[in-house]
């Protein structure tokens, strides 16, 4: 199968330790997959990798087509790849607003449906924050703020890991709700997480990866009705 991200054979190390062994998958375009997996199973190095921050050893990716192994996080970005990390890195000295402006730019053929207009109407809470420096927003207001900032770049996939963690259950479904839009909105979404009750109404599909590597594929509701799998790889 094609899809909008091709990803294979994927191996990375941290200095002399090797963390991914053979990662693989295909992300087709408008869907929402979740990649799975206890805390150090390998999950943001997957993300980390396919955002060009961390080099692969071995294996390929191709985005809509092109091959794009190796090549740096700028070019990735403006070929239509956005990426919300762990810890969020929002611009804190800078406004709501002007985090927003500085990541704002069409997408890689020239999209421009997410406009600064579009942001203000599909993150309400942001709107009174708008003058507000970003580093005095409370965590969940920082996620919000991280989406924002990279679908306004109009990007052809969003990348998103762990954006469940750490915050207060309101602010967990608001992103869930907000998830949910953006996959009816046809969104090609990657979402790295733990918590698979929070993927449970996001995403359709999902991969579990263990010890760096993809031990199970199948959809969500599938998963959710495997208490085997689960216990083995998902339980704390």
């Known amino acids: 199968m094609t899809g909008l991200l091709e990803v294979s054979d994927l191996d990375v ?32 190095t997957t993300m980390k990798a396919l955002a060009g921050l961390l080099p692969a ?24 790849l956005a990426y919300v990390p762990e810890d969020r890195q929002v611009f804190a000295a800078h406004t709501v607003e002007d985090n927003l402006l500085i990541a704002q730019k069409p997408g890689p053929e020239g999209e421009t449906a997410w406009t600064l207009t579009r942001i203000w109407e599909s993150f309400p809470l942001l709107v009174p924050l708008r003058r507000r420096p970003a580093g005095r927003l409370s965590g969940g207001e920082q996620q919000m703020l991280a989406i924002a900032r990279a679908l306004i770049g109009n990007p052809k996939i969003l990348l998103l890991d762990e954006p469940s963690e750490g915050l207060a259950p309101l602010v967990v479904a608001s992103i869930a709700h907000l998830l949910r839009d953006l996959r009816a909105q046809g969104a090609t979404i990657l979402l790295a997480e733990q918590n698979l009750h929070f993927c449970l109404s996001i995403a359709s599909d999902a991969l579990i990866i263990d010890k760096g590597q993809i031990v199970y594929r199948d959809t969500v509701a599938g998963l959710n009705a495997n208490h085997e799998i689960r216990s083995r790889y998902l339980a704390l």
């Open 57 to 80: 050893r071995k294996g390929s990716m191709r985005l809509a087509g092109r091959d794009v192994t190796g090549a740096p996080p700028y070019r990735l970005a403006r070929l239509g």
């Open 13 to 44: 190390r941290y200095g002399a330790s090797q963390i991914l062994f053979g990662v693989g998958f295909t992300l087709a375009a408008g869907q929402t997959l979740a990649l799975l997996g206890r805390n150090g199973a390998g999950k943001s």
